[in-house]
């Protein structure tokens, strides 16, 4: 399966973007989606995650609140819809699948990434 994410830019603190991961070669309705960000000079974190069905997700303390982490299994898309951006989110955001969770080993296949970048 191979996933393009997409949806980042360049905004301003207080702002809202919503990402998206699409996949392609086979559905992905029977994995859980993960979402997870990089920024300069940091480790791969965890972001929020939904399981196959959508009927469980969690998140990252930091983004609680701000981030809503859905999917449409008849799109075979994800989403990440991310409010109240603080400067502190900016990193690259990559999409995954595999098995629910919060650690970047649960996760077999990956998105290219995609920039948001967050101004004061």
């Known amino acids: 399966v191979q996933l393009q994410a997409s949806g980042g830019g360049v905004v301003q603190a207080g702002a809202s973007l919503r990402l998206s991961c699409a996949g392609s070669g086979r559905t992905f309705s029977r994995d859980a989606m993960g979402w997870f960000r990089q920024a300069p000079g940091k480790e791969r974190e965890f972001v929020a995650a939904i399981n196959w069905s959508g009927t469980a997700t969690t998140y990252t303390d930091s983004v609680k609140g701000r981030f809503t982490i859905s999917r449409n299994n008849n799109r075979n898309t994800g989403y990440l819809q991310m409010n109240s951006l603080k400067p502190e989110d900016t990193a690259v955001y990559y999409c995954?699948?595999?098995?629910?969770?919060?650690?970047?080993?649960?996760?077999?296949?990956w998105g290219q990434g995609t920039q948001v970048t967050v101004s004061s």
């Open positions: 995954a699948l595999g098995v629910y969770g919060s650690h970047r080993s649960q996760y077999d296949y």
